[in-house]
């Protein structure tokens, strides 16, 4: 027993260092049918563990609707949904595919994407441009406004901004993260700092590109309105980097959290990519909107708490305040929140920091044994979808993961290394 406390002291160790040495940087834009692997044009990934057509949640049914008219497979609602369900489809969840999606987390061929590389170990990271706020697919909305925006990305939004970031060059994601962290943000559910630093960034080399003075103006009044454009880099940025914790044998380190608003489920780094460990997803605690309550929500769903699983997002309230007005609570919560996590991780983060904590690095590592042990679930602060497709977001707030998925994993963990 000593033998292996100290290899899983000595693989925690490797991990914790992993996370730390990560450099995940903005590299440019394509279309997950460009980039992404495994991507089929009848290829829809989804958010959170493996999960079929007959058991995806409303908002995940209504995105995957929106998907397939989006990509001109079907014509309308029913054609949709009897090619969904036709078995001619293969759905695929996006963290098996190098990629994250927010909420119903839909990636389909054309989409474009942001292509994020941690350039310490060299692996990839894909995600989405963020709608914004309103009807939007992530939520499960389909209307045809939402597919009119989508084509709007596609068409006119991507190639200017594809251009853009040639001018620009590589943007260090690790740098701002570590940034908006002083400005107020927490790297999930607030990013107005985050994404006032990329329209900044961004602005005069987007004034310098070829493209009419009326579609610029176009493409930065929607960053201008999308505050939540930064999450859809915040969330590749911290997949590329837990990625690099796989194959570490002995480790007990999470390195993934998702949740596909059906089951939450973790995999961890000395357990391998191809294990899952999943429980029933849980309702968020939180705000709602005027005119909706617990009964319209949704169970937990989205791979947006790979930010927690990276030590920001709820792990880092303590630096955004104002986000309690957002989720619940108070300041004094949002601190009490950061400071809690440091009783169930390896240790803290040497960049991601916390102002109101004298600048203490984010705890940092989730250890499934310790989760177990002390009985603490990481804390998630998130967007609260409408159980209903269509709906869109109607409310925020805190939510943990199922306590079985780390009581699962630890067995599991015994299993596989109870010979030391």
Known sequence: MADLKEKIANANKEVLNRILSATPTLIGMSTAGEDIPGMTK??????????????????????????????????????????????????????????????????????????????????MAYCTINEGLGKVLRFGAYQ?????????????????????????GEIDLKSMIAQVLQMGDEGHNRNRAGTSLLFRMLAPAMV???????????????????????????????????????????????????????EFGIRVAGLGPDKWFTAPSEIVDGLY????????????VGDSCITETTGIGG????????????????????????????????GEGNTYKIPALNFRGSATGIDIRKVVQTQILPVINTGIAAKKPGVGQVGAGIVHPPMDCFVQSLKEFSKVYANG
């Open 315 to 346: 792990f880092c309230m303590g630096a955004a305040p104002a986000i309690v007005q957002f989720v619940g609570g108070t300041p004094q919560d949002a601190i009490n929140y950061s400071t809690k996590m440091y009783e169930i991780t390896e």
């Open 144 to 168: 045809p406004e939402v597919l009119e925006r989508l084509r709007y990305f596609q068409n006119e939004l991507y190639p200017i901004v594809k251009e853009t970031l040639k001018l620009v």
């Open 289 to 300: 909107f005027p005119g909706f309550s617990e009964e319209d929500a949704n169970p937990d």
């Open 42 to 123: 009848k290829t829809i990934l989804h958010s959170g563990p493996p999960v079929t057509w007959d058991k995806m949640c409303g908002p995940q049914k209504g995105a995957v609707i929106g998907a397939l008219m989006y990509e001109d497979l079907a014509k309308n609602e029913k054609e949709a949904e009897d090619l969904a369900q036709s078995g001619e489809i293969i759905f695929s969840p996006c963290h098996h595919h190098e990629a994250v999606g927010p909420m119903a987390g839909i990636v389909s061929y054309s989409m474009p994407v942001w292509k994020v590389k941690n350039k310490t170990y060299g692996n």
């Open 208 to 262: 310098e590109t070829n493209f009419t003075i009326a579609e610029k103006v176009k493409a930065l009044k929607f960053f201008d309105s999308a505050d939540h454009t930064f999450l859809n880099l915040t969330m590749p940025a911290c997949k590329c980097t837990m990625d690099a914790t796989f194959g570490v044998e002995y480790s007990t380190i999470v390195s993934t959290m998702a949740r596909n608003g059906t």
